[in-house]
Each structure stands twice: as C-alpha cells, then as structure tokens.
C-alpha cells in the first residue's frame, strides 16, 4: 500500500491542502471577490448600514435557499416556496387580527408552511408522480390562490411585537434576522452532516433506487424534504412580514426562482446529490449583493437586469476558471513533490 | 431440515417478456446454491423478486418454512435476507464508509428516533476500512466518492457490505465478475465462511471452476424456467453445461 | 347623470330583454378589488343586466386579458368594459367592436384607438403632475429625492412618473430610480439601498402604493423620524391612508376605483342598448394629506 | 428462440396492441377527458368561435414547450424563452418602425430569437457552466433588460401584415396560429424521429459523457437545442406581436414555467432521454384548456389558480393511475392468452 | 514492424491518486495484448486516456509510428481506436439498434450534411439483430430500451458494437465479465477474428483462462506502473499471477 500511503502522505502537505481547501471554498472566494469589487465601487457598501441592509434583505433568499437546498439535494425541485411564503403571512396576519398572541401567529405562519410542504411532498410521493415539479407548480398556483381568497386581495396591516423583532429588528447594524439565518443554517448543517436522516437525504439524491433497495424510507425522506421547505417559507414569512409589518398575498412573487438560483450559483448540484448549506448561504449573498449593487450605484432601472443576468454569469464562470486552474496547479505541484 | 428460503412458482413478466416462468427454488441454511443460466435467462430478475425490488406476477415465497412477502427490500431485508445486486446499487456520491453502512449507520444516542440520531463516523470508516482490507482491495483514498472508483474496488465494496451484514439468506449476484485474482479468492473465501456460519447463500455465477469449488447444489435457468438442479463436481461439469446452453443450439 | 340614463333604458322596449357584458380588470390587487366590488354593488340594483367577470395575472398581462376578451365574446356579450394592460390590446378589441360589441375602457386610455366607446379614467399624467407640483413646494430647491418606479413597460404607471417629473422643475435632482415591480418588498429593499447609498434625500416617491409602505419601513429602521423624509404614494390604498393618518406618509395621490367601476360599467351598459355616451369621463385625480384623509378612509 | 418469438407474436395480439397504444396515448386520452368534462360544464366550450379561441391561446405556449422539449431532452433547462420572446417581439417592432417589410421584420424576430439561444447554448457549453439554469436565467433577466431599454419601456405598435396574419388570422375558425402550431410540431416530429440529429439528442440526454464517448458531436447538439429554444421563442414572439399588433418587453412574462410545465404535464420526462413533441403540445393544450375553461365558467378570480393547480395534478395523476390499472390488466390479458 | 498503438510514460493523477506511473505499451497490428493487473492498478485508467476520455498529464501515444493526440473521445475514434468501456457506455433509453450505431447511424441521403440525414432505421435494426445473433444473445424484445435489459444483453450489446467498427486498433475493457458461457466463447472467436484481419487488439480481462487462450502478450500493471510483460501460456500462468499480485502480499 505504499503508492496510497504515499499519496496519502502528500496529500497532507501544505500547498496541496491549501489548494483542496481553495476547491471547497471557491464559491466563498467569488463572493469575497465581488464584496472588494463592490466596495472599490461604491463608498456606501462597506458601511455597517448597507452590510446590515444586504444581510437583511438577503435573509429571505437564504432561509428559503437552505429550504431549496434539502429538496434539490434529493434531485426533486420546490417551486411553491414563494406563494407557501405569501400564504404563510396572510394567515399570520388574519390569527393575528383573531388572537392577538406573538407566539400564536408565529406557530400558524410555521404550521402553515409545513401543511403546504407536506402537501407537496405527500402529493408527490403518494400520488406516483412522476417529477416533483407537477404538485409544487400546482401549489405554487393553489397557495397564492388561497392566500388571494383569504385576504380578499388586500395586504392585512400589523404583525406581533415578536414578528416585527424577527424581521426589522438588530444588534447594532446587525439585523436579527441574520442571527435568525444563522441558527437555521447550523441546524441544517447539523441535520446534513451530522445526523442519519441528512445521510439518508444525500443517499436519495444519489441513487433513489439504490436507497430504495438498502431499505432506507426514501418515501418519508422525499417527504420531509418538502415539509422542511415550506417550514424554511414559514420562517421566510415570519421574517418579511416582520420587515414590512404586513401580511400580504403578493410576498414572495418569484421567490423560487430566487431560491433555486442561490443553490445553484452557490455551488451545489441541481442533480441533486451534492452540495451543502454553505452553497445556499453563498448563493443567496452573491444575490443580494448584485442587487443591492445595483441600487447603490443607481445603474437605470432599464439597464439593471442586464447587468444583474451578466454578474451572475461572470460570478459562477469564474468559479469555473479557478477551479480549472487550481486542478492544473495541483498535478504541476504534486508532479514536483 | 426446513429450508431458509423457498419460493415456489415464481412468475414474473415485463411487458410482452416473460422473465420468469413457474420457477421453484429452496435453499437450506448452511448451503451454497448456485444459480446458473445463460444470459437473460431471468436470474437477476428471480433474485430481485426474493429481494423484494420485483413484486411476483404469481407464486409466493416462505422464510424458515412460513410465507412471507417480500414486498419492498425494507421488508426483505428486514426478513434475513441481504442481497448484492448485478447493478450493485451503490451510491456514487458518497464515500466507502457512507455506502457500507446506508439504511443501518451506526449513530447514537440510542434513546433518540433513529433519523436523529448523529453518525458515529469515525467508526464507521474504521471497520469499513478493515474490511476491504480483508478483501484486499487497496482503495487510495477512503474518503473519494465511489462513483470515482475502479470497477473492482466498486464490487468489492457491494460485496462486503452484504457480507458484513448477513443474517437469513444471502444473495450474490455474480459477486466476482469484476474482481481480480486475489480478490476474488478473498470472497470465495467469505461465501465458504458464510456457509459455515450457517447462512443460506444463493451466487450467480458464470464461472463454472468458482461454481464448482464452492456451490453445495446448483440450479439452471433457462429462458426463464428452471431446468434442472444438479451437485456442481468436476465430473458433472459438461452435463452442467450442457444444461444451461440448452439442447436446442 | 348616469343613473338616470339607466332607468330611461329600463323603459325602454329593449330592455325588457336582458344584457350580458363583461368587466375585465388587471389583476387581483386592492385597486381593481375596489372596483370590481363596486360594479357587484351598481349590479344588485340592476338585474336585467349580466355582469361577467374577467382578470389577468399581472399588471402587463396583456395575453391574459386578450383570453378574457376571446372568452366573453364567445359566450355573447354586448359591451365590455375593460381597464386594458396596454395599447397592444386594440386588435382584439377592434375584433370585438367589429362584431358589434361595445368597448369602454375603464383606468386608462388607449390613445389614437378609434374604436372605443367611451373612457372612464383618471388621467394617470394629470395625477402624476399634481404629485409632482406637490411635492415641488415641499422640497428645497437644490434637494434630492428618489422615485420609486412601478413595473418598467407598463404604460399608466410609467405615465405616472413622468407626470411628476415634468412638474418638480429643475430645482431638485433625482438621484435614483429603481423599478420595484409596485412590490412592497422590493419598494423595502431599494429604499434602504438609497438611504444608504444618498443618506441626504428629502423626498421619495412611489408610482404605486405598495412600494411607498416598504419604503415606510425602510425609514423607520434607518432611525429617521417620520415628516424628516417626505414620502409621496400614489393610488391612496387602505395602508397607505392609514399611515398618511399617521403622519408617517406624507401624501399619496388618489383615485376613485369604485367610481371608475360603477361608472363604467353603466356607459358600458348603456352603450350596448345604443345610448350615445360621453366619450371622455375623467373621475378625478385628488392629493390626499393629512388634512383630507379622514375624507377617504 | 422459442418464448422470445412467442411473446412477440403474443405483442400483436389485439387487446395487448390496445394496451399498449393507450399507454403511448395515455395523456391524450386524459386530455380527451378534460375537453369532454369542459363541454359539460359550458355549453359555450365546444363552439366553434371558442375551439379556435383555445387554439389561438395554446399556440404560444405550443411554439415554446415544444422548443423546451428538445432542451430537456438534453436534460437542459431554457428559463429564458419568456424575455427572449419580449425581445424579439421589440426588436420586431423596431424594426418595422425603421424598415417597414414584413420578411425583414420575421427575420430580425427569428434572429434575435436565435442569438439569445446561441448565446445560452455557447455560454453554457463553452464556459462549461455546470449547469443551463445558471446562463438561462441570465439571459431570463438580460434578454428583458433588453427589451425595456431598446423601447424605453414603452409597447411599440404596430407590426407588419403577414405577422399580424400570423397571430390573428384564420381560416373559418381555425387560427393560422394553429397551423404554424403544427408546421413546427411537425419539423420538430421529423427531427426527433427521423434525423441523425435527433437521434443525438435523445443519446445526449440518455448518457452525455456515453455520447461523448460514441464521438456524438455533443457539444454541438446541446449548442442547437438551445438555438432551436431560442428560434421556437422568436416564432412565439411573431404570434404573440401579431396577436396584439405590436411588440412589448412585457410580453411573454413567466412563459419560461408555462412552456416547462407543458412537458412535463404533458408527460416527457424532466430528467432528458424520453418524450416528444406530443407531449408538448397536450401539456400546451392542457393549460390553454384549463385556463379558457376558467374564464368561461367565470371562476372567481381568487379562485382561479387554486382550482389551476388542483386540476393540473388531477389531470397528472389520472394519467399515473390509468398507466397502473393498464399494466395489471396487461399482465392479467397476457396470463391468460 | 511499426506498432499500431505505442503510449510512452503515460502518467496521470487523479488528486492525491497516482493512477499511472510512467507506463510504456506497444501493440502491433494483428496482436492480441491482454492488459493485466489487480483492481485498481490503473488498467481502465489507461485504456481511456488512450481512447480520449481522460487526458495524460505526461507521456505520449503514437500510432503507426506518429505522435497523435487523442484528446477527445471523437478524435481517438477518428484515428482508428475502438473501444468497449468496463462500464459499457450504453444508452439507457434507446433500443439496441439504436445504441449500436450511435454516433455513425447509417443514413441519408448523402448530399445532405450528416446531422439532417434521415435514418434508415430497418437497416440497422437488420445489421445489429444479425450481429446479435451470431453472439447468441437472444433479445426478447428488439425494440425495448436497453436500461431494461440483462447485465450480460447489455455487456454483449457493447461488444458487437466495437467489433462491427473495429479499424486500427480495439480496446476491450473486460469483455466478457458479465458473459455466459456460451456468450463468452463467441466473443473470444470474435477477437481471435479480429487479431486474424489484421487488427490490434488490447484486452483487459481478470479470466486467465481466457488470456492464455487468446493472448500474444500479457502487459501487467500494479498500482499504476508496469510491472513487466510475458507471453501466456499454461506454464507461465503461475509467474504471471505472482506479477499481478506482487511480491509484497
Ligand atoms: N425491468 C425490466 N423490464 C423489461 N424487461 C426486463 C426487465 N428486467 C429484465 N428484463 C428482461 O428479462 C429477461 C431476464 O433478465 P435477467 O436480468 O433476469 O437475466 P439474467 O439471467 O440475470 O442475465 P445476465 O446473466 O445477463 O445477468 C431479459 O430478457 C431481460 O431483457
Ligand atoms: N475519475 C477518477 N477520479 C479519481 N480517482 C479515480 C478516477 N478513476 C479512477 N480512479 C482511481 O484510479 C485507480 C485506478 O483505477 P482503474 O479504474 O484504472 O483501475 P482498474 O485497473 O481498471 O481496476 P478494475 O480491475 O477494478 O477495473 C483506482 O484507485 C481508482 O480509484
Ligand atoms: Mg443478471
Ligand atoms: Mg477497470
């Protein structure tokens, strides 16, 4: 075993574990690439101000890419999180204006995503479907119905003390809403790394027939990928409802567009199998940044998508190229060593 | 002696195909029984059903004497029987340790659900890492993806998984067709020991000199029907084969 | 005037006979909620008259409503009334009036169109220079402000705009525009964007109401006092009252979705059974302030 | 050779032959139930005015979800055929208001239409993205940002003769749209089933690196999907200016999830290799149905996408449902012959 | 005589595994070189860098005596190589015929540039049923994609394939691993015909039965390098299993 041994060996050697090290973090360095860009551009951005701005406004798209993440991760697609999340907060305000409790409303936002989840998920798996993307349009489509019907159309004013904390408060120029990203991050984190079930989630996305025949519950797993999606929407809810003090059916509008764009920019695999929270977390910046980018320079309204669709592309392409290079690195620097 | 396993008219069609036709098998625990036939002689698809990927079209299966059904491989499995797939069901993205141990992690605490529970992985690595040592398959990096690894190291990997796990009945589908010499002695090997362990074992093989080392009975397949069951010995060899080529080519 | 054009056809020989027509609006927001209510309220009181209802999914959703339109005709109306997405609905109106069908169009024009009947419509350039005008006396010369616009390529709300810019005069710069989609999420995050980025504004104004409340907020956590920042909406919907009550929003501009509604739908009535109706009826632009809101809530 | 010559003989047997043609026709049939089930609850469904009605609103999402088609095939996704419609549609109309001749102005609209998938299929395969929702979605916000700033935001009327023919012409009731509809359902139909090239495509979405290996030119395969995306959103683009006689950045909004959907719905497989353009355009006609069918029976508007989803699933499942009772019956039938 | 395929240092490294170490390998035209090591000791790994799947990060391939560069699966195809991959390269979703001819469909008419060209589908129905036959693979259902068919269908389906192209040289990656018997034997006459018309021929195969039987030379890798080359026959079976296994274990 000596050859292994030895590659073993080398591979603990300094400058090739710096260079797997770079690998994992590639998608890091682009957003830290485009934060110096960002700061040489505009005076504003690195202001404590703004970094709790971007952090509070990409609080939504993180939570909700974390969501995404789970169901990609088991190669299935969730494109109701934007109406879960409008439908969560009308019913959140409409407890609201019926039982006036913090906690009450925060259970029926959280309860509100999970059942639209469990929808999804037990339609798409009950049900034979054959790609999730069927029940999620239809609930995409039946949420933002119902959230309509429910409130009449109209945008229902007041949140409880508790709800407003969660979306506007903060800690100095730290929004609490990071605070409240963070805590779901580290518990996914935990659940994907650490615990069976996130095992069993890789295991799915991997080779859902293999899981099938190793007698994991791919059926339970599949499930609750779903429910902990429309959680991540209930939580998504709590937070923008919270920001604008409002339950209202139009939250959300293109939200799963936004969340699946964050997974996949952050790194992770839309083939499911691969990838991992900080891919979400990632993904979710760079967006909120190129958009914030954009106001802070005042680039015309017209020209903004352009400019938003071309960072994208420069952002995941140069991830590309570095990884690219840092391969061809690796074989000079091993070839040496 | 009540057989471990025995099914008894199994059928099986896809489509305008049929797979299996009226197929009865026992196997007796502490007995290798080889499963033998030409390609696409409905083997895999035989196995499969017992395993429960395949739901029979007619006939029915009993376990220590009593039927049972195999309806899904958690129920199979959950019965004592653990089965190495032709197609070996791996995990690509995951590594050795990862795909030895899917769908029974060791994990703890054990008061908590089993799905909460956080992977002791460290563990895990360990004995996965023993045994392929014990196959001798020198696999460079034991944290790749297995998706990356060679087509022998990928086997043996399926094989001591089902090995490390056998309780009833084990199943191998051609457990050796993509290993070397010394690795597939090794495995050789752990079916005999299986066998005095007082497993039941079921091997599809092609290879009539394994078949005939290590096979206590083997039963031939032909166009889906069962032939014939014969004591695989040097002497019978021609007649084994004579067997599965059939006497129509 | 209209009321009374409706009971002279309610004796009429013809009306004897019931009509259908159709009312299409935009999409579900308060605004055409308003309305719609409106004309369900004017149709309890005249059942020999069939309201069909029609919505598309968006405010540019100009396929949707082309659908509705198609849809109407095949089931028989006589006249729709209809608050088009754009100009590019003509042709499919054209068709309908060529089949005989009356057309009015409800909260927008559609300029150098022939075909029409009659408008019912706030003139959304008119309202836009009264905001403009407004807001020109409560700025310094010299100042800056923000616009919050509407979703780019939508004709009123882009009239809307321009309107106010053609009246603010050169005294103030705007410093800023961003779309926000009339989302008030969106209106939240550009609107603390331009705070952080020109902390200095005086003003902000939004083509709709939606984004002026997420604007709202965002002034609220950037720690200013309400009445620092001026803040002008458009479209006086419920929230945006109740804060302009509050003092927290400084004015919005109004206008009168249950008597575009309630309106429309009776030339358009009319019309159907051959009355001559006005061509051009302007329901009015009106700045709501403190003052006046208690006159709109 | 005996069981595999009698099973085929057995496969020409009437009731199996039945069998199968209703699985191959399955979501026809379900698209049949659909129609019968309209004409029952609308009298006014089944008239002509409105057949072609139907026809002229499916055309659009038809001419899209069949590009789509041969994207997924390939395992793809073009999220940008939306804008990419708004923009040739503009670049059309500007067109014409500089050069006002009918063949030039379908020519810009099929070229601009072209350029976007050139540049979806180039910018994906060359910059060896990981995957087409990166650029697609780029181009999703670049191609609009396009549109609004080449017309200053403003719909420009006004389009030539023949693509007004296009979009609002007809023969007796019958819509020119919906034979452009079945011009480009059958080239497509041709491609897929007859040519090299399509046999290639189906091989790129069965196993990319295997279609590599077999020297298939894949990189130009996936290259040409997406200009033929790009061409099918162009000719969209000359039905919906001609519908509306005139072109505007706003057209064509959220097109992307309808053409996708009706592939899927439609039965094609979301993950490439299997489908075709019949199950584009029975997805396309599904939508178009449902939708006329909505407005026709004056479904509340609230209502409107809850009872849109709820039917999409039915329709789907039904589908899930009849394949399962179809295959018992298959092996029962056969048993017994 | 100039060899058909020479490769010189061949090295490549995947990460922290040295899967080739400087490895040198000639073949000459109407030669049978059987390509031997344990799992993983690089014999795939070689194989694809010669046919353009993977690119060498040192070395060189000639072929007739010119440097030739294979970098990219069509270009090796272009110069003559045909290759069956140890896992099969098959598409899952489309019929037999449709898999053989993958990427050289017979079609036409001629004028037209080759994507456009309409397929003569009954033509290559007709060639790959023929072909099949002579394998003795029965096919149940000739139209049915082949992700359904058996492991050994599947595996024969991939070598007809390289044989019916074969040119210059033709690379098979364990032809044989999941053959019946009767499968087995016709693909052996398949290479001993092919080394008769003049091809070279590389086999990888962990059959030393097989080997013996058809092989000229036996090339042996171990962990990436050349261990050293022999001529197969019964008598040196033994010194070459020591080669493959090595001295060490
Ligand atoms: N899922 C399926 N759908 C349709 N046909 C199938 C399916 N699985 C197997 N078959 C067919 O059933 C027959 C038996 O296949 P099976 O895999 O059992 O053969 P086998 O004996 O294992 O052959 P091998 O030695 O090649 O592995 C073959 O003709 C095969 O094509
Ligand atoms: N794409 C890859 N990425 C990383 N490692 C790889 C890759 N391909 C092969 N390897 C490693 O390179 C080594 C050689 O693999 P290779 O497939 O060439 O072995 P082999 O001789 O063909 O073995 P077998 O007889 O099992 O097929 C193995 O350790 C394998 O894990
Ligand atoms: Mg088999
Ligand atoms: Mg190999």
New binding site residues.
């Given amino acids: 075993m000596t050859v292994e041994a030895g590659a073993l060996r080398r591979l603990g050697s300094d400058p090739l574990r710096l260079a797997l090290l770079a690998i994992r973090l590639g998608p890091v360095l682009i957003l830290l690439l485009l934060v110096v860009i960002m700061s040489m551009l505009s005076p504003a951005f690195l202001t404590m101000l703004n970094l709790g701005n971007v952090l509070a406004q990409s609080a939504v798209i993180a939570v909700l890419a974390i969501g995404q993440l789970l169901v990609i991760l088991t190669r299935g697609i969730d494109l109701s999180v934007g109406s879960t999340l409008a439908l969560a907060s009308v019913t959140g305000a409409l407890v609201y204006s019926a039982a006036p409790s913090g906690p009450v409303v925060v259970l029926a936002m959280l309860a509100t995503g999970m059942a639209v989840g469990a929808i999804n998920g037990m339609g798409y798996v009950l049900g034979r479907l054959p790609h999730p993307f069927i029940i999620t349009l239809a609930t995409l489509s039946a949420a933002r119905g119902l959230a309509l019907w429910l409130s009449g159309g109209q945008p229902q004013q007041g949140m409880p003390e508790i709800v407003q904390m969660m979306g506007s408060g903060s800690a100095g120029w730290l929004p609490y809403s990071a605070f409240l990203v963070a805590a779901v991050a580290l518990a996914v984190v935990l659940l994907t790394t650490r615990m069976v079930w996130g095992r069993w989630i890789y295991a799915v996305g991997g080779n859902p027939e293999g899981a099938r025949r190793t007698a994991i519950p791919v059926d339970r797993v599949v499930i609750s990928v779903y429910v902990l999606s429309g959680l991540a929407a209930g939580i998504a809810a709590i937070v923008t409802s919270g920001r604008l003090n409002a339950g209202s059916p139009t939250f959300g509008d293109l939200a799963e567009l936004d969340s699946i764009a964050a997974v996949v920019i952050g790194g992770a695999s839309f083939l499911g199998g691969r990838g991992g929270v900080g891919n979400a977390l990632v993904g979710a910046l760079m967006i909120g940044i190129i958009r914030n980018g954009m106001n802070l320079l005042d680039v015309d309204a017209f020209l903004q998508p352009i400019v938003i669709g071309v960072v994208i592309v420069m952002a995941v392409e140069s991830d590309v190229v570095r990884g690219r290079l840092e391969s061809r690195f690796r074989i000079t620097q091993a070839a040496r060593s | 002696m009540t057989p471990a396993l025995a099914v008894r008219g199994a059928t099986k069609r ?2 305008a ?1 049929l ?2 036709d009226g197929v009865d098998l026992v196997v007796f625990p502490g007995e290798v029984l080889a499963l033998l ?12 059903c017992i395993s429960g990927v ?1 739901r029979l079209d007619a006939g029915s299966i009993e376990m220590g004497g009593a039927a049972v059904t195999t309806g899904s491989p958690a129920a199979a499995r959950a019965l004592g029987i653990e089965t190495v797939y ?1 197609d070996l069901a791996l995990f690509d993205n995951l590594d050795p340790a990862a795909n030895f141990y899917a769908g029974r992690e060791i994990a703890g605490p054990r008061w908590l659900p089993r799905g909460l529970r956080l992977l002791r992985r460290r563990d895990m690595s360990r004995v996965t890492g023993e045994l392929l040592t014990r196959l001798q398959v020198g696999i460079a990096d034991p944290h790749a993806a297995v998706g990356l690894m060679s087509g022998g190291q990928r086997q043996a990997i399926a094989v001591a998984r089902a090995a490390a796990f056998a309780s009833k009945v084990v199943i191998l ?2 457990p050796t067709a993509a290993l070397g010499l010394r690795e597939s002695r090794r495995v050789l090997d752990l079916i005999l020991r299986l066998r005095e362990e007082g497993h039941a074992v079921i091997v ?1 093989s ?1 290879a009539m000199d394994h078949v005939i080392e290590i096979a206590d009975r083997a039963a031939v ?1 032909r166009r ?1 029907r069962k032939v014939g069951e014969m004591r695989p010995t040097p002497d019978n060899r021609q007649a084994i084969v004579s067997l599965i080529v059939g006497g129509d080519s | 005037s209209t009321g009374s054009g409706t009971s002279t056809t309610g004796a009429s020989p013809g009306a004897a006979e019931p009509i259908k027509v159709g009312f299409i609006t935009k999409f579900p927001v308060d605004f055409y909620d308003t309305m719609v209510d409106a004309v369900k309220t004017w149709n309890r009181g005249h059942p020999d008259v069939e309201v069909l209802f029609g919505q598309g999914k968006s405010g540019t959703d100009d396929e949707g409503e082309t659908a509705q339109i198609e849809s109407m005709l095949a089931k028989g109306v006589k006249a729709i009334a209809i608050t088009p997405t754009s100009p590019n609905l003509q042709n499919v109106l054209q068709k309908a009036v060529d089949a005989g069908v009356k057309v009015v169009l409800v909260d927008n024009d559609i300029p150098g169109w022939a075909g029409k009947s009659s408008v019912v419509a706030t003139d959304n350039l008119a309202g836009g220079k009264l905001a403009g005008a407004w807001l020109a006396e409560r700025v310094k010369p010299g100042s800056t402000i923000a616009v919050l616009q509407g979703r780019l390529g939508n004709p009123s709300l882009d009239d809307r705009v321009t309107g106010m810019l053609s009246t603010l005069g050169d005294g103030v710069t705007v410093v800023s525009k961003p779309a926000t989609d009339c989302d008030q999420t969106k209106g939240l995050n550009a609107a603390q964007d331009i705070l952080a980025a020109h902390p200095g504004i005086a003003a902000i104004y939004g083509a709709c109401g939606p984004p002026i409340l997420g604007a709202l907020q965002a002034v609220k956590s950037a720690g200013k006092k309400p009445g620092e920042l001026v803040l002008v909406g458009f479209d006086a919907s419920p929230g945006e009252l109740k804060a302009i009550a509050a003092g927290e929003v400084a004015a919005s501009v109004a206008q009168f979705p249950a008597k575009m509604g309630s309106i429309g739908i009776e030339t358009a009535v009319a019309a159907a059974r051959g009355q001559t109706v006005q061509a051009i009826i302007d329901t009015g632009t009106e700045m709501v302030t403190k003052e006046n809101v208690a006159g709109f809530q």
Same sequence: chains 1, 4.
Avoid at chain 2, 37 to 47: F, Q, R
Wanted: aromatic share 4%; proline share 0%.
């Fill in positions: 896809f489509g195909v797979a299996l036939g030409d390609n696409g002689a409905g083997k895999s698809t035989l196995i499969k395949h032709q589908d051609e599809v092609h397949l889906g």
